[in-house]
């Protein structure tokens, strides 16, 4: 069975622009959550999808927005670009998700913003 | 307010030496998960364990090991015989909620470097 993927691996983008980012959870899984990775700010949840809807979203500005599509892939958007987004963004999938759901992460994408 | 302490921020151990992982956490929900994940060089987290609140039974996974302590409110991390595959960052999660609404609270990490 496949993993979870995310695309792309790696991004550069400038301040201000804005970023897509996708993925593909394993097949059968409905629910995919985001988290970011810094090394300042550490490992921080951002938002959970379950059947297209958002079930529950982290700490974090508007800026961050997500979606998910009938297939449960999901695709998570950043806005206006800032330095501090500067991070790997690590995306899970579950089955239904949920505390007793075991999460599944994928590879992560690398944002570096100039 | 809830929080995860992994104040051991690296480790190294040579090959075969037992290692304890510390986690703190603080909470004020009496229903709440930790959690443990093992983060190797390739970037993505991999689950280890998950227990709740009711459950401080000691858990053993072969060379791993887990003592859960609510009097001290710490969830600490045992490898015994440490391997070098076992160098990863580790870090401990916190969950409150019902199934639900809920979010994950993640230490900082601790690195693990174990050397040949």
């Known amino acids: 069975k496949a993993g979870v993927t995310q695309t792309p691996r790696y991004l550069i983008k400038t301040r201000g622009q804005q970023v897509t980012l996708s993925c593909s959870p394993i097949?059968?899984?409905?629910?995919v959550s985001w988290y970011q990775q810094t090394p300042g700010q550490g490992l921080q949840f951002l938002f959970e999808?379950?059947?297209?809807?958002?079930?529950n979203k982290g700490n974090f500005p508007g800026r961050f927005s997500g979606r998910q599509f009938s297939n449960s892939r999901s695709e998570m958007n950043v806005s206006t670009l800032e330095l501090g987004d500067s991070a790997l963004y690590l995306c899970?999938?579950?089955?239904?998700?949920?505390?007793?759901?075991?999460?599944?992460f994928g590879p992560g994408t690398r944002l570096t913003v100039l | 307010a809830q929080k995860v302490t992994q104040a051991q921020t690296e480790i190294s151990v040579v090959e075969k030496e037992d290692v304890t992982l510390d986690c703190v956490y603080e909470?004020?929900?009496?229903?709440?998960?930790l959690f443990w994940y093992k983060q190797p060089p390739s970037g993505e987290l991999v689950f280890l364990i998950r227990?709740?609140?009711?459950?401080?039974q000691n858990e053993i996974s072969g060379r791993y090991s887990w003592n859960f302590q609510k009097s001290t409110s710490s969830f600490n991390f045992t490898i015994t015989a440490s391997q070098v595959v076992d160098s990863a960052v580790y870090f401990c999660?916190?969950?409150?909620?019902?199934?639900?609404?809920?979010?994950?609270?993640f230490g900082t990490g601790t690195r693990l470097k174990v050397l040949a």
């Open positions: 227990r709740n609140s009711f459950d401080e």
């Open positions: 999808y379950f059947s297209e809807t958002q079930r």
């Open positions: 909470t004020r929900d009496t229903t709440y998960y």
């Open positions: 097949s059968g899984h409905r629910s």
């Open positions: 899970a999938s579950s089955l239904v998700g949920g505390i007793l759901d075991t999460q599944y």
């Open positions: 999660a916190l969950s409150e909620g019902t199934s639900g609404t809920y979010k994950y609270i």
